[in-house]
């Protein structure tokens, strides 16, 4: 499945237009933003791995975008932790 069908949002008929109960709405909701959490710690991931190798190659600039772009699926990563520990559910 490729990065952009994986994030596309559904079009067409909305589901509580259907008759779906917002229960089912709800997990589907969860389900996708946990896809999302998933890509965001893989990106942490690969772009780790590519700021140390640009970092190496003393490509600095690029290893520090690559560094940021880190941080920032590491933010993800971590608020969708925090609001799990802090959910009722």
Known sequence: MTMQRMLKRP??????????????????????????????????????EMASMAGAAQLDLLAYFLSLARMEAETITRRHVLEQLESPD
């Open 11 to 48: 079009t067409g008929v909305r589901a509580k237009d259907q008759g779906v109960p917002a229960r089912k709405i709800a997990e589907a909701r969860r389900e996708r933003q946990e896809s999302a959490v998933e890509i965001a710690g893989y990106i942490a991931q690969l772009t780790s």
